[in-house]
């Protein structure tokens, strides 16, 4: 996108004030959208976007720009306005940048960009009418197929220029099922960074069908009793209260500042010595995966807890410095208009010991999660609230009537503790994490779990 001459110059003039570190993302996506709603397809879309960011360091101060003119005029422009906050006076810079290939371990066989507007429609209408022909109680369907082809190049003044290509497919299917006034949803969502070959295993009327049944299953339902019980979590999209209640607290974007209720913990027991936790951004083809992360380093599998013990945290440059630590992969960013810092990419519970049928079986009354939904979590301290989408109770060890409006609520650290089993289906949820850099894709997962007790919200 920029000549090796032309980033040399940029990052000369970024670091010209006193800076001791200076690095340019360069950016070009091009996204695309089918989105369909009352039996027809009601939006085509396509977009891109270009730009770079510049950001240079000096000890641990950051100061950075960004720039949607890519000429030579325009790049140093942006450059010279950083170097004229992070110093004052003059530097000599001697920058040699040396290009780099890492290997692509996330190969694409169709590219979405290049196929027919046709293709994608049929693939979509499905997954629609797949959910919206499932029941005569569904009354509505919402559709959307997705594809993203993200171009990056990465040059810093350690010498480093590389690039990445990055082919993500998504569908999402929303069903509404309806009776007597009342109305529940349910929802289907997968996606790889592959292209269009990810349908040759993802089929659209699979989709379509579990977000349809998964609607139906709610509208059927009674309300969930509330109070402190023992509680499964199954596989996939479950992973998420991991996600969002631990995983984040290991990001060193909280850790390096000491808001994360991990820091200083490093080498300290913090979860049941069944819980082995990883952050994976080199499973071929997931979600999260890179080859790079967006400051040019190697994408790692990172054990982040091995049998209850804390072993590393998730670490960008930046916060890497403040923490006396090198980075590890893990900083990532929505565009070139936001600054990258520490982000999960693929985070999910390793399988265990357990049997799945042991699981259920050892609870004498409680509540099985099947699918969770969203919620909030404070950082600071861990405390969540979690709806569960799809829910069952459990008695005498068979799972029985299915709820609806339960939440799990508690605390990160405490739920890693009374994590009591883990079982050995792990499989992964895709979703789109928010945070400071943006809202990136990430794969979050485990087995079933058990956890001994948790409080439950219902009625």
Request: charge should be negative; proline fraction near 3%; hydrophobic fraction near 35%.
């Amino acid at each position: 996108m920029i000549s090796r001459i032309l980033l040399e110059e940029v990052l000369h003039k970024a670091m010209s004030t006193g800076a001791d570190f200076a690095e340019i993302f360069v950016e070009n996506t091009r996204s695309n959208s089918v989105y369909m709603l009352d039996s027809k397809v009601d939006e085509i879309s396509d977009s891109t976007i270009a730009g770079a960011g510049i950001r240079a360091f000096n000890g641990l101060r950051c100061v950075s720009a960004s720039t949607i003119d890519l000429t030579r005029e325009g790049l140093l422009r942006c450059a010279g306005q950083v170097a004229d906050v992070i110093g004052e006076g003059k530097a000599e810079v001697s920058i040699h940048l040396v290009e780099r290939i890492f290997p692509d371990i996330h190969p694409v066989k169709i590219v979405p960009d290049t196929a027919f507007k046709s293709t994608k429609v049929d693939l979509l209408k499905e997954g629609y009418f797949a959910a919206k022909n499932y029941h005569e109680d569904i009354s509505q369907v919402s559709a959307s197929l997705l594809d993203v082809d993200h171009n990056i190049v990465i040059a810093n003044s350690d010498g480093l220029y590389t690039g990445d290509r990055q082919i993500r497919t998504r569908m999402a299917v929303s069903a509404v099922a309806s009776r007597g006034g009342e109305n529940q949803s349910g929802f289907a969502g997968p996606g790889r960074r592959m292209g269009l070959e990810m349908f040759d295993f993802i089929h659209p009327k699979d989709v379509g069908e579990e977000a349809a049944r998964s609607a139906i299953v709610n509208l059927n339902a009674d309300y969930c009793p509330a109070g402190k019980m023992t509680v499964a979590i199954e596989n996939g999209f479950g992973g998420v209260i991991f996600h969002e209640a631990c995983g984040h607290s290991l990001e060193a974007t909280s850790v390096a500042r000491n808001t994360s209720q991990m820091a200083g913990k490093l080498g300290q027991k913090i979860a049941s010595d069944k819980v082995t936790a990883l952050d994976d951004g080199t499973i071929p083809n997931a979600w999260g995966s890179m080859n790079i992360d967006d400051e040019g380093t190697p994408a790692q599998r990172k054990v982040l807890i091995e049998n209850g013990v804390l072993k590393c945290y998730m670490i960008d440059k930046l916060n890497g410095r403040r923490m006396g630590m090198e980075a590890n992969g893990s900083s990532r960013r929505q565009s070139y208009a936001y600054d990258p810092t520490s982000r999960m990419t693929n985070t999910f519970i390793a399988n265990g010991p357990d049997k799945n049928e042991d699981i259920i079986s050892s609870i004498e009354y409680g509540l099985y999660c099947k699918k969770m939904g969203g919620g909030s979590v404070n950082p600071i301290d861990g405390s969540f609230n979690f709806s569960v989408s799809e829910g069952y109770i459990v008695r005498n060890g068979k799972i029985c009537e299915a709820v609806r409006g339960a939440s799990l609520i508690g605390k990160g650290s405490e739920i890693l503790m009374d994590i009591d089993m883990v079982g050995q289906n792990m499989e992964t949820g895709q979703g789109m994490c928010g945070s400071s850099s943006g809202s990136i894709p990430t794969d979050v997962g485990q087995p079933l779990i058990r956890v001994k007790q948790i409080t439950v919200g219902g009625r």
